[in-house]
Structure formats: structure tokens, C-alpha cells
């Protein structure tokens, strides 16, 4: 949100796309997820594709705003379903459960106040949740985007639809867990209500997570993400870009936040009605309902086949490079590598040969002559003297004889 000054409009309007696309897939994902912290993970990536839409039209403080009440209600509901997933034993499919309102009380009040928060309920006893806030000023900044810029009139038509899938699919998982008769009597007779070391943090949270944004706009919170913003900061970023989209003014966000909120209040009260009439009641028959729908549950379930696609661009062409790749070094590498190791061993072998035979015989050869021709002169070694002065005198008459015969005459 810092840097939102620095980015231009094309950047922005990147971002703007993938947050709507982010939020509207990870929904759409949760609806049909039977695990209830995978519900929980899929709501975390579509709320932070809610924050990158609100960078992307000038909704940089709600998209902070929304960043910190959302920190509140969804660590709020991750200890909620650690709290369930331990009370029934480590049991985490929804399916399974049913009607532990009367085993977790605490657990279930301060989840239920988790999903007011994140569908963007408001006032209960005089007090709006938090999600109420921060979402809805989301929606007003996109509305106001999408006021000065028809063209891309799906980012608000996109976010408005999901607050209403968030609604559902949170208020189906609180439905799911806590509401209506046991669907698995071995889970029901065996749960129970988490230890005071668990409910404790519930407890603490969930005023949080219920009250953090209070004052909206005009709030602590939201004054404390605005405080230090620049005056003119759209006029700013509408110079600095040639993009030809028309950045709204923080005054024209503020004219469509009634109406943006009453959409977003309808979209909410929708998707929990709708809810409440599949999970709430015993009025639809939902193994009917999912095997009628069984092509797109299946759709949803796979992810939009997402892992498949990625299987098919990536990992296939990665598998088969890598194969190449293998092939290549076993056929070339490892051939040329084989090879110059059996060159290797021939140099060595005539090195061997070389060494043992010319230089070590060479050598050798010296060492023998030398030892020969020592022990030829060894035999004149007698130690007598009168040999020694022979020896001397018939060398003395030798080189006489050799003198005297070069006169001539």
C-alpha cells in the first residue's frame, strides 16, 4: 500500500484483475471443500485477492484496512477449527460433524462471530463486525473505479458476487459444524469443548475481531492507514500515467459508499440465507443436490483442474526435458567420460612400461656398469705394498716407453 504512488496505471490495473480473479477462484474452491481448515486456507487467498483489488482502484487504505481486520476474525477462526478439529479428536471433514453447538459452545459463538466479521455483517447490538468496515470499502472503491471507468465494470460486478460466495460457503462450514443433528454419532459422542488454554485466546480475539474497525472510515484504525497520506494522492498518480483510466478521488469513493455497502449488505444477507435453506435446514436432500451437480462440483473440487493444467504446461515438459536430460548424460556424457577413462588406463599402462623398462632400465644399466666395472678394479685393490710400487714402476717405464717413441730416429 506504500508504494501505491510509485506504481502507474497499467500496474495498477494488473494488480486490480488479478485480485478479482484471485478472489472470485479461491471462493468459488471453498464452496465445495469438506475440510474445514481447507475452507478456512481457501478464504485466506480470496480476502487477499479483496486486498490486491483495493491497491489496484485506489483503494490502497481499505485494502490495508481489510488487511488488519482480517488478521483479527481469520486467526479467530483458525483457533476456532484447531479448537473443533481437537474436541472431535482430529477429525477435520465437516461432513462428519453436526450439531456441536451443544458440545463447544464457545467455540461455536466466537466462530459464528468470525463469519459475521468476514461475510461483512453489520450492527449487532449497536456494532458493526469488522469485516462490515473494511470489505465494504473494498467494494465502494471499486464501484468508484468503475464509475469513471465503465469498461471494466467486472471489477465490482466480480467482488460484489463473491462477498455473496464468501457469505455462503462461511456461514455453510458454521452451519456444517455446529448446527442441526449429529451426522456422525462415534464423532458427536466423543467430542467436547476445547480446555480453558485453548478458549481463553477464542475469548480474546473474538471482541477483535468483532469490533477493530469500529468507526468505519472514521475510525482509529482507518485514520491511523490515512493519516500520513498525501493530500491529492489520485491527482498525483493520474498525472504520472498515460494509461487513459480516470483514477477516483477519495471524495468519490466516499459518494458511492452507501450504495456500494447496500449492495455488498444484499450480496452478504444472500449467500448466508442461501445457506442456511442447504446446510441450516433439513429441507434439501445434499448428496441429491451434489450428484445433480456432480459436473461442476467435480469442476470446483479439481480446483478448475488448475493442478492439471499446471501437470500439462510444466510438469510434463519439465518430466521430459529431465528425461532428455538423463538420456543426454548417460549417452554422451557418461559415454565420453567412459572412454577418456580407458585412455587413461592405456597412457598409464605405457607409462608403466615406459617407466619400468627405459628409465628404470637406463638407470638400472648404470648402476649395474658401475658396479662391474667397481668390482673389476677391486681385484688390483690388494692392500700389499710392494704390488702398489710394482704397479707404480711399470707405470713409470710405460710412459717413458710412450715418450721416448715419439723422437724421432
Given amino acids: 500500500g506504500r508504494f501505491f504512488p510509485m506504481f502507474v496505471q497499467e500496474v495498477l490495473l494488473t494488480i486490480a484483475y488479478t485480485g478479482c480473479i484471485t478472489l472470485f477462484l479461491a471462493a468459488t474452491i471453498a464452496v465445495v ?87 461483512g455483517f453489520p450492527m449487532f447490538f449497536g456494532l458493526h463486525f469488522s469485516g462490515f468496515h473494511s470489505k465494504d470499502a473494498i467494494v465502494a472503491s471499486a464501484l468508484a473505479f468503475v464509475k469513471a471507468n465503465p469498461s471494466h465494470f467486472l471489477l465490482f460486478f466480480v467482488p460484489l458476487l463473491t462477498a455473496g460466495i464468501t457469505a455462503f460457503y462461511m456461514f455453510r462450514l458454521w452451519f456444517y459444524t455446529f448446527w442441526g443433528s449429529p451426522r456422525d454419532h462415534h464423532v458427536y459422542e466423543h467430542a467436547h469443548e476445547s480446555p480453558w488454554i485453548m478458549t481463553v485466546p477464542l475469548l480474546i480475539l473474538a471482541p477483535f475481531a468483532w469490533l477493530c474497525a469500529i468507526g468505519g472510515e472514521h475510525g482509529n484504525l482507518y485514520l491511523m492507514i490515512t493519516g500520513d497520506a498525501p493530500s491529492h494522492l489520485a491527482e498525483g498518480v493520474q498525472a504520472a500515467s498515460e494509461g487513459g483510466l480516470v483514477m477516483p478521488s477519495h471524495h468519490a469513493i466516499h459518494e458511492v459508499h452507501t450504495q456500494a455497502g447496500i449492495w455488498a449488505l444484499v450480496a452478504a444477507f444472500s449467500g448466508a440465507l442461501i445457506a442456511y435453506f442447504f ?55 557418461d559415454t565420453i567420460l567412459h572412454g577418456a577413462a580407458k585412455i587413461v588406463v ?52 710405460a710412459l717413458f716407453a710412450m715418450i721416448f717413441s715419439t723422437f724421432p730416429g
Wanted: net charge positive; with cysteine; glycine share 10%.
Fill in 279 to 333: 446446510y441450516g435446514t433439513n429441507r434439501v436432500n445434499l448428496d441429491e443436490m451434489k450428484r445433480q451437480l456432480s459436473g461442476v462440483h467435480g469442476f470446483l473440487a479439481n480446483k478448475w483442474h488448475f493442478d492439471d493444467l499446471y501437470e500439462v504446461l510444466f510438469m510434463n515438459p519439465a518430466h521430459k526435458v529431465a528425461a532428455f536430460c538423463a538420456w543426454f548424460d548417460r549417452a554422451v556424457f
Fill in 33 to 119: 471443500a469438506t475440510d474445514i481448515k481447507k475452507v478456512l486456507a481457501y478464504s485466506t487467498i480470496s480476502q487477499l485477492g479483496y486486498m490486491m483489488l483495493g491497491l489496484g482502484v485506489f483503494g490502497w487504505a481499505a485494502g490495508l484496512f481489510h488487511l488488519i481486520t482480517h488478521a483479527f476474525f481469520k486467526s479467530l477462526m483458525f483457533l476456532c477449527s484447531g479448537s473443533v478439529i481437537h474436541g472431535c479428536h482430529h477429525e477435520q471433514e465437516m461432513p462428519k460433524m453436526g450439531g456441536l453447538l451443544k458440545k463447544m459452545p464457545i467455540t461455536a459463538i466466537t466462530m459464528l462471530i468470525g463469519v459475521c466479521a468476514i461475510a
Fill in 346 to 397: 592405456v597412457l598409464s599402462q605405457w607409462d608403466k612400461f615406459f617407466d619400468e623398462h627405459l628409465v628404470d632400465g637406463f638407470v638400472n644399466l648404470v648402476g649395474d656398469t658401475t658396479r662391474s666395472v667397481g668390482a673389476s678394479l677391486k681385484v688390483v685393490q690388494t692392500g700389499r705394498l710392494r704390488q702398489y710400487v710394482m704397479f707404480i714402476v711399470l707405470g713409470v717405464v
